[in-house]
């Protein structure tokens, strides 16, 4: 391709729509390695001019959030409210992931020759956007796999206790579960409300639930069934005091919140870029705290296992996806380009007025607290004589609106889950609301 043709492409750009977008990029020769750099490049500069132009502006809508909402690539009219199970990526990731896909394809040398310095700076990045050693860092492939590597890896035997919460993630308890068979530890189950009252309820039940058997607390802190943000950081106070390791399994956490490992406390943490960071599905993080490293076992062993003085030893898996992990790289940029504050703030104020609007509409029950400390972009409900299945239709079939159903019938759990991240504006939300308040009249 000239020099001529690529500068007519990038320009082309200008007015395309998201479908022309998404044909050219999958058009092999159409676009080469430097225009898609460019393209990106251009990207980052729009937004490096809506902060610069709205850098005192805190509202949780308007012209910044609708600027940035158009570098993701939704379908037109597709009002995306359950990034919690899988989220978009935006424009910058999906470039990235089709670029180094391709050097496999066009120079494989590279892919053992320059990506694994590549692979080096994504792993800085990711240690410095959760406030933790590159050290500390492990890439995985979801957080699943993250949490059965600490249950796996720790020595644990008969008797030996783990305590859970009521609100597991199958992914956090199946782990467990599984050592409970297999070496005949003890599982603690530890209820938790729907929502909690607080903090200190929360907290209380964890600490009446320890004995001088139990070696670690497991516990979901983006609770997928309610909403609920566990307060890692006093868990953790009283799990150390004695002598008492904690896990948490934040799927939910990376790019909904402003993730500091050094001030939550916690030993070891796992997590999913593909639902709120708009990374690609299939790459995770695994926090390993320097200190408890020698405390766990690798549980894939390949070469390193035995000779890395890190948690890289955790991380002997051999041949991955690297672009996957690359364009985790540009899921990070994205985001730190916005600024994780702004997006937490943003994420949570729209959560804030959605269920403020919600407990004004009879019969309906919120699961998800209103408390912002232990609250995120995870808002469950229920509502008396409404079957969740038929609001989450409803709300696809008139609006566009994509919700879920979740939770569990026998546990009374069971009800909708509404995601609000920054590309959800509040006209969507309101939306939402005016689709709950008929069908709330409609039962009657």
Do not use: C
Not at 119 to 125: L, M, S, T
Not at 129 to 157: C, H, Q, W, Y
Not at 339 to 349: S, V
């Amino acid at each position: 391709m000239t020099a001529f043709n690529q500068t007519g492409i990038i320009g082309s750009f200008k007015g395309f729509s998201r479908r022309d977008f998404v044909k050219y990029l999958f058009a092999g020769s159409a676009l080469s390695l430097s225009a898609l750099k460019k393209l990106n490049a251009s990207i980052y500069q729009s937004i490096t001019s809506l902060n610069q132009k709205y850098i005192e502006d805190e509202s949780p809508d308007g012209v910044y959030w609708e600027a940035l909402s158009k570098h993701f690539l939704f379908k037109d009219g597709l009002i995306m409210m359950n990034n919690g199970t899988v989220g978009p990526m935006p424009k910058p990731v999906f470039n990235s992931l089709m670029r180094y896909f391709r050097v496999q394809v066009t120079n494989p040398f590279d892919v053992y020759n320059f990506i694994p310095r590549k692979k080096g700076e994504v792993r800085a990045k990711l240690a410095q956007f959760i406030n933790a050693s590159p050290d500390e860092v492990v890439i995985t492939r979801n957080t699943t796999e993250g949490m059965n590597f600490v249950a796996n890896g720790l020595d644990m035997k008969e008797g030996d206790e783990v305590l859970l919460s009521t609100m597991e993630h199958p992914g956090g308890t199946h782990p467990w579960r599984l050592k409970e068979k297999r070496y005949g530890i003890t599982i603690k189950m530890v209820p938790i409300g729907l929502p909690p009252k607080g903090v200190d309820e929360i907290v209380s039940a964890f600490q009446k639930a320890i004995s001088p058997r139990t070696k670690i607390i497991s516990i979901s802190h983006t609770v997928y069934i309610s909403g609920l943000i566990a307060p890692l950081k006093e868990l953790s106070q009283i799990a150390h005091e004695k002598g008492v390791l904690v896990l948490a399994d934040s799927a939910h956490g990376i790019g909904m919140l402003n993730l500091d490992m050094k001030e939550l406390g916690i030993d070891f943490f796992a997590t999913s870029p593909y639902k709120w960071l708009g990374a690609p599905t299939g790459v995770g993080l695994l926090y390993v705290r320097k200190e408890v490293q020698d405390k766990l076992w690798p549980t894939i062993a390949s070469s390193g296992w035995d000779t890395s003085a890190n948690a890289r030893k955790f991380e002997t898996l051999g041949q991955r996806a690297d672009a996957l992990t690359l364009a985790l790289g540009e899921a990070l940029d994205f985001q730190n380009a916005i600024g994780k504050e702004r997006i937490e703030r943003r994420i949570k104020t729209l959560a804030g007025y959605l269920k403020r609007e919600l407990g004004k509409i009879p019969g309906i029950r919120l699961h998800t607290s209103q408390d912002p400390y232990i609250s995120g972009g995870l808002t469950a409900f229920s509502v008396e004589g409404v079957e969740p299945k038929k609001i989450v239709n409803y709300m696809r079939e008139k609006y566009n609106i994509v919700v879920r159903t979740i939770g569990n019938k026998e546990k009374g759990t069971y009800g909708v889950r509404v995601s609000t991240h920054i590309y959800v504006f509040l006209k969507h939300v309101d939306m939402f609301l005016e689709g709950m308040r008929h069908l709330v009249r409609r039962k009657k």
